[in-house]
């Protein structure tokens, strides 16, 4: 089954070719990140208009870089929670228009869903259940998969994703936007013992987490060294952060899978890019003999190739129709 996707849930216009949920035949990511960057963050007013510019190009290089004519897929499943909203309905009523129009099903699918599915792309021995750490731009939860379509939060973000929490303190820090991979970069160089940073507890809730204290302390620091002209290591403090976010994610995952059982475990999303995360989950793996599946950093951040595994599954499991598009609206996962 050939499933055309389409994602546009924030900062980037995707389409994609996916074939039984597993075969990627074509990918194409339209980015705006230079845009939003003029701003500082992702402005979403810019964001809805920029997929209407981009839809229709990103979706047609899809079908011809798979070599396909629209009217050989045999679904078309788009992103339609959660996300910004105009951006949303952008590729949301598109997709769903192009299914209408030409008389195939149409998968309404859940963002953080496809953030998981698109594991399967990149490991196709994977299957659930398994546990997982999704980290986003805006989602941070300890996700386990039972199933397919069939998911239970154990833990997550009190407040923060962790996305967002890179994406503040790059702010603050002057370094500009998308904060994570430059953060990332700038952590390669630093002492992560530089500086002392929080670390977060829930009462009752130890697999629940929060980013709020951790980034306040920063944009402190940041404060309190321009206050009194001293200059702030930027390297060491990008050090210290990566370190404080591995050491509130890790362990916690670590705990989920000692209570699970859990196997086998996947991160995902686009802070699942991230170098130290991903070094300190190989020690993890390694430590606990625990099977650890990281996707490739092409399908950590939003693309529609994840979309398109995620929408098989929800095809087979019976969740198609052009009225389910807002199915997903109030739904966690
Ligand atoms: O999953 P994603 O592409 O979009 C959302 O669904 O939110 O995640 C975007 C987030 C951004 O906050 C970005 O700064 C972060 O992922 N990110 C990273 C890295 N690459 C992207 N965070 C830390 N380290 C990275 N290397
Ligand atoms: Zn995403």
Same mark, same amino acid.
């Given at each position: 089954?050939?499933?055309? +996707?389409i994602?546009?849930?924030?900062?980037?216009?995707a389409?994609a070719?996916?074939?039984?949920?597993?075969?990627?035949? @074509?990918s194409?990511? /339209?980015?705006?990140i230079e845009?939003?960057?003029?701003?500082?963050?992702v402005?979403?007013?810019?964001?809805?208009?920029r997929?209407?510019e981009?839809?229709?190009?990103?979706?047609?290089k899809?079908l011809a870089d798979?070599?396909?004519?629209?009217?050989?897929?045999?679904?078309v *499943?788009?992103?339609? *929670?959660?996300?910004?909203?105009?951006?949303?309905?952008?590729?949301?009523n598109?997709g769903?228009?192009?299914?209408?129009?030409?008389?195939?099903?149409f998968?309404?699918?859940h963002?953080?869903r496809?953030h998981?599915?698109?594991?399967?792309?990149?490991?196709?021995?994977?299957?659930?259940?398994?546990?997982?750490l999704?980290?986003?731009?805006?989602?941070s939860?300890?996700?386990?998969?039972? /199933?397919?379509? &069939?998911?239970?939060?154990?833990?997550g973000t009190? /407040?923060d994703?962790?996305?967002?929490?890179? &994406?503040k303190v +790059?702010?603050?820090l002057?370094?500009?936007?998308?904060?994570?991979?430059?953060?990332?970069?700038?952590?390669?160089?630093?002492?992560?013992?530089c500086?002392?940073?929080? &670390?977060?507890?829930?009462?009752?809730?130890?697999?629940?987490f @929060?980013?709020?204290?951790?980034?306040? *302390?920063v944009?402190?620091l940041?404060?309190?060294?321009?206050?009194?002209?001293?200059?702030? &290591?930027?390297?060491?403090l +990008?050090? @210290?952060?990566?370190?404080?976010?591995?050491h509130?994610?890790?362990?916690?995952l670590?705990?989920?899978?000692?209570r699970t059982h859990?196997?086998?475990?996947?991160?995902?999303?686009?802070v699942?890019a991230?170098?130290?995360?991903?070094?300190?989950?190989?020690?993890?793996?390694?430590?606990?003999?625990t099977?650890?599946?990281?996707?490739?950093? @092409?399908?950590?951040? /939003?693309?529609a190739?994840?979309?398109?595994?995620?929408?098989y599954?929800e095809?087979?499991a019976?969740?198609?129709?052009?009225t389910?598009?807002n *199915?997903?609206?109030?739904?966690?996962?």
């Amino acid at each position: 089954m050939r499933i055309l +996707a389409i994602e546009s849930s924030c900062d980037e216009t995707a389409a994609a070719v996916v074939e039984d949920g597993r075969n990627i035949l @074509s990918s194409v990511v /339209d980015t705006q990140i230079e845009t939003h960057a003029l701003y500082g963050g992702v402005v979403p007013e810019i964001a809805s208009r920029r997929h209407m510019e981009a839809v229709v190009r990103v979706t047609e290089k899809a079908l011809a870089d798979a070599g396909m004519d629209k009217r050989a897929v045999d679904a078309v *499943a788009a992103t339609c *929670a959660p996300g910004l909203i105009g951006a949303l309905l952008v590729g949301a009523n598109f997709g769903k228009s192009l299914a209408f129009a030409l008389q195939k099903p149409f998968i309404p699918v859940h963002h953080i869903r496809g953030h998981i599915a698109a594991t399967y792309l990149a490991y196709p021995d994977l299957k659930p259940p398994f546990l997982t750490l999704i980290a986003s731009g805006g989602h941070s939860e300890i996700v386990m998969v039972r /199933d397919y379509t &069939d998911f239970e939060i154990l833990g997550g973000t009190r /407040d923060d994703a962790a996305g967002e929490a890179f &994406d503040k303190v +790059a702010r603050v820090l002057g370094v500009g936007y998308p904060g994570g991979p430059k953060i990332d970069r700038l952590a390669q160089e630093g002492d992560p013992m530089c500086y002392k940073l929080p &670390d977060s507890h829930i009462k009752d809730a130890p697999l629940d987490f @929060s980013f709020s204290g951790l980034k306040t *302390a920063v944009i402190n620091l940041a404060h309190n060294a321009e206050q009194k002209g001293e200059t702030l &290591d930027k390297n060491g403090l +990008a050090a @210290s952060f990566c370190a404080a976010v591995v050491h509130t994610l890790v362990p916690r995952l670590e705990m989920a899978a000692q209570r699970t059982h859990a196997r086998r475990v996947v991160c995902a999303g686009g802070v699942a890019a991230n170098s130290f995360l991903r070094a300190a989950l190989q020690e993890m793996a390694k430590r606990t003999h625990t099977r650890l599946y990281l996707p490739p950093l @092409s399908l950590c951040g /939003d693309n529609a190739a994840m979309i398109g595994s995620q929408a098989y599954y929800e095809y087979l499991a019976g969740s198609v129709g052009l009225t389910l598009q807002n *199915a997903f609206a109030t739904a966690e996962i």
